[in-house]
C-alpha cells in the first residue's frame, strides 16, 4: 500500500517568521487520522525567515532530527551544544530526559527544512546532540543512511530508535530501489522534483505513506532530492 498525502492538502499554520506545513497532527492542527505512522510521530515542513527561529524550549523523549533543505540554520541547548547545520546536512537531537533547546536562521536568507520526530525504543537516558556533513554529490544515484538506530549503519548519526533516516539524490530517468521490508512502514518526501515510486507519482513536498511493501523503486520523472523514514 502506497498513500499519496499531496503537499496542498496536508495541515499549515503560518506565524510570518514560520510557514510551517504538517504532514501529521501537529500544534493547532488535528487530524486523527495522521496522528502518526509507526514510530513517526511528525514531520513538519518549515520555512523560516531569516534572523528568525525558535526560542528556547523543552523536550523529553523524543528523537528529533532536522534535515536542512536550504540555508541554514544554528543550534544551541542546555547541554552547551551549539552548531550550524547546512543545506543538505542533518542533525539529531535526543531529548532522552529532558533538554531545552533553540533553532535559530541566523543567515541573511530564508532557510526551509523537514523537522522529523521518531518515538525512541528507549527512554530514561540523558539527551545529546549531533550534527554531520552530508554533501549531495555523495549520495548522487542511490540512497544513503543519514541517521540510524542500528549498529551496522556506522556512517549514520546515531538516533535512540528501530529507525533509519535515508537521503539521495536522483537525476531524472533513473531508479533506485529500496528493500523496506513488508512488516515496516515508509514515510517518503521529495524534497525536489517529481518521482514515481511503485506506479504512485509524487511531486516536490508530497508525502507517501508506505506500509506492506517489500521493495520500493523510486523513479526521478525530474532530477529530485529524497528524504525517506524507515521505520516500525
Avoid: C
Avoid at 552547551?80 to 537531537?93: C, I, K, L, S, W
Avoid at 549514520?156 to 528493500?179: F, H, K, M, N, W
Amino acid at each position: 500500500m502506497i498513500e499519496l498525502r499531496p503537499f496542498a492538502g496536508i495541515g499549515r499554520a503560518n506565524h510570518g517568521w514560520l510557514d510551517a506545513a504538517h504532514h501529521f497532527s501537529f500544534a493547532d492542527y488535528y487530524d486523527p487520522a495522521r496522528m502518526h505512522w509507526g514510530n513517526l510521530r511528525v514531520w513538519n515542513d518549515d520555512t523560516i525567515a531569516a534572523k528568525n527561529g525558535f526560542p528556547p524550549h523543552p523536550h523529553r523523549d523524543m528523537e528529533i532530527i532536522t534535515y536542512v533543505r536550504t540555508g541554514a540554520i544554528t543550534h544551541r541547548d542546555s547541554l552547551g551544544n551549539q552548531g550550524r547545520t547546512e543545506a543538505g546536512d542533518v542533525q539529531v537531537m535526543s531529548a532522552g530526559t529532558g533538554v531545552t533547546h533553540a533553532e535559530y536562521n541566523l543567515e541573511d536568507e530564508t532557510t526551509t527544512l523537514f523537522q522529523i520526530w521518531i518515538v525512541p525504543s528507549r527512554t530514561g537516558e540523558q539527551p545529546s546532540w549531533g550534527a554531520k556533513q552530508f554533501p549531495k554529490g555523495d549520495r548522487s544515484g542511490q540512497l544513503i543512511v543519514l541517521a540510524s538506530g542500528y549498529t551496522e549503519d556506522k556512517d549514520a548519526l546515531p538516533i535512540r530508535t528501530e529507525a533509519r533516516l535515508v537521503g539521495g539524490t536522483i537525476r531524472a530517468g533513473e531508479s533506485v530501489d529500496y528493500q523496506l521490508g513488508a512488516e515496516r512502514k515508509g514515510y517518503l518526501v521529495p524534497a525536489t522534483g517529481r518521482i514515481e515510486v511503485n506506479g504512485v507519482v509524487a511531486n516536490a513536498r508530497d508525502g507517501l505513506a508506505i506500509a506492506d511493501v517489500d521493495t520500493i523503486t523510486v523513479t526521478a520523472l525530474e532530477d529530485a532530492e529524497i528524504v525517506l523514514v524507515d521505520t516500525l
